[in-house]
């Protein structure tokens, strides 16, 4: 029989040395289990019966100035911390896991990601490479996501904090194929063409913000008009283009959107895959929660043309319901993928044998060499709930929108402001001609996030302020949306009688909002 192992050192140790109290590892097991299961059975109560409590709420100051303590020096009960969690951090997050949460693309988590989240973290793998099961996990996902959206079978994947690092990821494997591997060496000064990439108005700032970090320039990312249904307009891009290639640009890449962030809207994806083609362009989509609808039978069909991208930058923590964070970028062409970062250094030498096996790594893939194992929730989601009931999940939210939508069309004191393209709805409290509907409808979001009943947030839709609902929660009903409506009638006669908007009359007061909270 093999002897025993111990993760600690005897207490006294054969050479006589004296014990070093380094590890962190706790002096009864047994203690630490039973607050173990004391604090999980906290956070399962959370998510069970979280209908019980306000979807948000503001921290009292006390609650605030508590985090501003000095740095720790002597050690704390773990129950005494677990307490202080249960009090002053529990009550006040932002509130996505409540089925009343609508106000951003933010998927509510599940139980299941929940616990494959924790196995992650007790076997705290780092997922930058080497010879690891963890690492072939990440691989599997790859994989499926390779089924889902009809890629190639040398479509290379990887997980990245959220679609705004996978879109940097993505284009700076566009920059690499407009400009050669050379520009990883030589920088764009070497260029002999300023580089041009183009995007939708309702495109995602996190494509400005890829160019601004690429080194490429935000005044270099067109912005596309977009057409009566909030689309990319395509002859608007075909002159821009035109326009730029007679003026000494390259250009290199069109970013197109599945599900925009204003109102959920999907650009031409086929018209634009043949433009790209046509003009030699990488063709990129930021489908940041709408790329998921693939799994949907009833909405895959809106997506056609996404197989035939380039690459595409998606997140698992939103439609499909991963806890944060899980972002993916995939890659029809892994090799140019691998190209765009590698870079052989001693301390990461590959073999054939041992735990530096399995090259390439996903570190050659993107920027971080230290990753952590967001894979395994992602797995446990897809292996638990398998992609039938995921598909019905992500469904329901559409329904649930047209049903917000057919609600509005009914109350006289609501107006749709946009076609409800997959599950955003944008209206707003109609207001008589002499009074500003943007303060109006401004404060009454505040006043309904303060409620705790309903946290819609708001965007502007052609020039004016709308009450923006996002219906990505897959604890949200249609009592949610009843409740979010019948608030919103009350608050928003409440606020219009109060004066709001009417001579100039900024939101101050009890409402706590700026002169400024419409821009």
């Known amino acids: 029989m093999p002897e025993s192992f111990s993760p600690r050192p005897p207490a006294h140790p054969p050479d006589g040395t004296a014990d070093v109290p380094g590890s962190l590892d706790p002096q009864d097991w047994q203690a630490l289990r039973a607050q173990a299961h004391r604090m999980l059975d906290d956070i399962l109560d959370y998510q069970q019966n979280i209908r019980q409590r306000p979807v948000w709420q503001p921290a009292p100051t006390a609650v605030r100035d508590s985090f501003q303590q000095a740095l720790p020096q002597q050690p704390q009960d773990l129950a005494a911390v677990h307490a202080e969690f249960m009090r002053d951090i529990l009550p006040y997050a932002i509130g996505n896991a409540h089925p009343g949460f609508m106000g951003w693309v933010h998927g509510a988590g599940t139980p299941v990601g929940m616990l494959g989240e924790m196995l992650a973290a007790g076997l705290n793998a780092n997922l930058g490479g080497r010879a690891q099961v963890p690492v072939a996990v990440e691989r599997q996902i790859t994989h499926w996501m390779r089924e889902l959206f009809h890629f190639p079978e040398n479509a290379s994947g990887l997980f990245v904090t959220g679609t705004s690092m996978a879109n940097l990821i993505a284009l700076l494997v566009a920059r690499s194929q407009a400009l050669g591997t050379e520009v990883r060496r030589q920088g764009l000064q070497a260029a002999d063409e300023q580089l041009v990439a183009y995007a939708s108005a309702g495109a995602h700032k996190c494509i400005y913000k890829a160019m601004d970090v690429a080194g490429i320039g935000g005044d270099f990312l067109r912005t596309i008009p977009l057409d009566a249904c909030f689309r990319l307009d395509m002859a608007a891009l075909e002159q821009a283009i035109a326009a730029d290639r007679a003026a000494g640009f390259k250009p290199f890449m069109i970013a197109g959107t599945a599900g925009s962030v204003d109102v959920g809207a999907i650009d031409p994806l086929p018209q634009l895959a043949d433009l790209a083609q046509r003009e030699g362009l990488w063709f990129h989509i930021d489908g940041a929660f709408g790329a998921l609808g693939m799994l949907a039978p009833d909405i895959a069909p809106h997506l056609a043309g996404i197989e035939r991208a380039d690459s595409i930058a998606f997140d698992f923590h939103k439609w499909l319901q991963v806890p944060y964070d899980a972002g993916f970028v995939l890659v029809r062409d892994g090799n140019r993928h691998f190209d765009s970062f590698a870079l052989p250094v001693a301390y990461l030498s590959r073999d054939l044998r041992g735990m530096a096996a399995g090259s390439p790594w996903p570190c050659d893939f993107g920027l971080d060499l230290s990753r952590s194992f967001k894979a395994l929730k992602t797995w446990f989601t897809l292996k638990v709930y398998g992609t039938e009931q995921l598909g019905r999940m992500i469904s329901t939210t559409c329904v649930l ?119």
Not at 405 to 427: G, K, M, T, W, Y
Not at 461 to 467: K, M, V
Not at 494 to 502: D, E, F, Y
């Open 401 to 519: 929108a047209r049903y917000l939508a057919q609600r509005i069309d009914e109350l006289p004191q609501l107006e749709l402001l946009a076609p409800v393209a997959l599950n955003i709805v944008c209206f707003r409290y109609r207001c008589p001609a002499e009074v500003n509907a943007d303060l109006v409808n401004a404060a009454t979001v505040v006043a309904l996030q303060e409620s705790g009943i309903a946290a819609p947030s708001t965007t502007t839709i052609n020039g004016h302020l709308a009450i923006r609902v996002a219906i990505v929660n897959h604890r949200t009903q249609r009592a949610d949306l009843d409740a979010m409506l019948q608030a919103t009638l009350r608050l928003g006669a409440q606020t219009l009688a109060s004066g709001i908007g009417r001579n100039g009359q900024g939101a101050f007061g009890s409402l706590g909002l700026r002169q400024d909270a419409a821009e």
